[in-house]
C-alpha cells in the first residue's frame, strides 16, 4: 500500500464548495487526518492523506475525479466568475515529518477509525 499527500486549492470557490470538496474526497478515500503512534493528527485545510494500492498517476487521477465533481457541480460562482483549482499529488516514499494539532472531529477519520 502507497501513502499520498494530496493539496487542492479551490479557485473563486463559493461558500460552500470546500465542504462538498471534503465530501468528494472522503468518498474518493481522501482523508483529513493522519495517524502518527495510534494518535489521530489534523491535517491543513484542503490537505487529504490517500493510502491504497494506486500509482501517484492513479491516486491524481482519483483526486481528480473528485474536485471535478466539485468543479462541474457549478462551474460559474456567484459572482459570475469561472471556477478552477489547483492540485497537488505526492507520494510518501519512506517517513512524513509533520507538526499537527490532535484531531477532535471524527468525520475526519476513516471509516471505522477511532479517536
Given at each position: 500500500m502507497a501513502s499520498f499527500t494530496t493539496r487542492v486549492e479551490l479557485v473563486n470557490p463559493d461558500h460552500n464548495?470546500?465542504?462538498l470538496l471534503h465530501q468528494?474526497?472522503?468518498?474518493?478515500?481522501?482523508?483529513r487526518s493522519i495517524s502518527y503512534c495510534g494518535i489521530w493528527k489534523d491535517l491543513p485545510f484542503a490537505e487529504y492523506d490517500h493510502t491504497a494500492s494506486q500509482t501517484v498517476s492513479q491516486?491524481?487521477?482519483?483526486?481528480?475525479?473528485?474536485v471535478q465533481t466539485v468543479i462541474d457541480?457549478?462551474?460559474?460562482?456567484?459572482?459570475q466568475?469561472?471556477?478552477?483549482?489547483?492540485l497537488l499529488v505526492t507520494e510518501v516514499a519512506d517517513v512524513r515529518v509533520f507538526k499537527l494539532p490532535n484531531t477532535t472531529d471524527i468525520a475526519r477519520l476513516?471509516?471505522?477509525a477511532s479517536l
Open positions: 464548495d470546500y465542504e468528494e474526497m472522503r468518498d474518493a478515500q481522501f482523508y491516486a491524481y487521477d482519483s483526486a481528480l475525479a473528485a457541480n457549478k462551474p460559474v460562482n456567484d459572482k466568475q469561472k471556477k478552477d483549482f489547483l476513516p471509516p471505522g
